[in-house]
């Protein structure tokens, strides 16, 4: 398979760190094309703007959709973002490793969406959900929390980990037409024994061994 890791942390040696390098290393060891986006080493802009663009659509008003739609025709987006974009209709399954913060992306990940889902390329008004762009292609979120894994369930501190996810595997992905495999979750690994986060990573060495075979689940609507 050909494999998309986009990852972002800002600490290398942190337990993401030690998932995206588990990743990359199972994956590519198992015989699969790997490419990766490390966000951070990028020092990735989150902020869209005119710079997402080499055409010009309206020079007196900013319109982002407006703007991508005619980069879309005129293979007018800039470089950093024509990268990504072509990473994205290459892979054939992709993993988002990130810690979970405020109950969502980090910016600097949510900016990435932001600037690289650009409508006429990833989505169009045709071509969304069940129709969309990326239909055939899988997405596996890779993820840490802060709190514990008792929180994040219906009834807990925090709340449904699968309704908390929804906005990203729902509005993100299913979106643009990924099926969704289940999350890898690692709850509170700063609150564990160096021995459990080896069990963690383990355990999820052995479940990419087996990526190809997994189905994707239904995540719900809005």
């Given at each position: 398979?050909?494999?998309?890791?986009?990852?972002?942390?800002?600490?290398?040696?942190?337990?993401?760190?030690?998932?995206?390098?588990?990743?990359?290393?199972?994956?590519?060891?198992?015989?699969?094309?790997?490419?990766?986006?490390?966000?951070?080493?990028?020092?990735?802009?989150?902020?869209?703007?005119?710079?997402?663009?080499?055409?010009?659509?309206?020079?007196?008003?900013?319109?982002?959709?407006?703007?991508?739609?005619?980069?879309?025709?005129?293979?007018?987006?800039?470089a950093e973002i024509e990268s990504?974009?072509?990473?994205?209709?290459?892979?054939?399954?992709?993993?988002?490793?990130?810690?979970?913060?405020?109950?969502?992306?980090?910016?600097?990940?949510?900016?990435?969406?932001?600037?690289?889902?650009?409508?006429?390329?990833?989505?169009?008004?045709?071509?969304?959900?069940?129709?969309?762009?990326?239909?055939?292609?899988r997405a596996l979120l890779s993820?840490?929390?802060?709190?514990?894994?008792?929180?994040?369930?219906?009834?807990?501190?925090?709340?449904?980990?699968?309704?908390?996810?929804?906005?990203?595997?729902?509005?993100?992905?299913?979106?643009?037409?990924?099926?969704?495999?289940?999350?890898?979750?690692?709850?509170?690994?700063?609150?564990?024994?160096?021995?459990?986060?080896?069990?963690?990573?383990?355990?999820?060495?052995?479940?990419?061994?087996?990526i190809a075979r997994e189905t994707?689940?239904?995540?719900?609507?809005?």
């Open positions: 398979m050909k494999i998309f890791v986009v990852y972002w942390h800002p600490e290398p040696q942190s337990f993401n760190g030690a998932m995206f390098r588990t990743a990359c290393e199972t994956l590519v060891g198992a015989g699969h094309e790997v490419k990766i986006s490390n966000l951070y080493e990028m020092r990735l802009d989150p902020v869209s703007s005119r710079k997402n663009f080499t055409t010009v659509k309206d020079p007196n008003y900013f319109k982002q959709q407006i703007e991508e739609m005619y980069a879309t025709e005129r293979h007018g987006f800039a990504e974009m072509e990473k994205l209709e290459w892979c054939d399954l992709m993993i988002w490793q990130f810690p979970l913060w405020w109950f969502g992306l980090p910016a600097v990940f949510k900016g990435w969406v932001d600037r690289v889902f650009a409508m006429g390329r990833i989505y169009n008004f045709e071509n969304i959900y069940e129709t969309g762009v990326f239909r055939g292609k993820l840490t929390t802060g709190g514990p894994e008792d929180a994040y369930r219906k009834g807990g501190f925090n709340g449904d980990i699968t309704a908390i996810l929804r906005p990203i595997q729902r509005g993100m992905l299913q979106f643009v037409g990924f099926d969704v495999l289940a999350p890898q979750i690692v709850y509170a690994p700063v609150r564990m024994t160096e021995e459990e986060r080896k069990q963690h990573l383990a355990d999820y060495a052995r479940r990419l061994g087996e994707p689940i239904d995540v719900g609507s809005f």
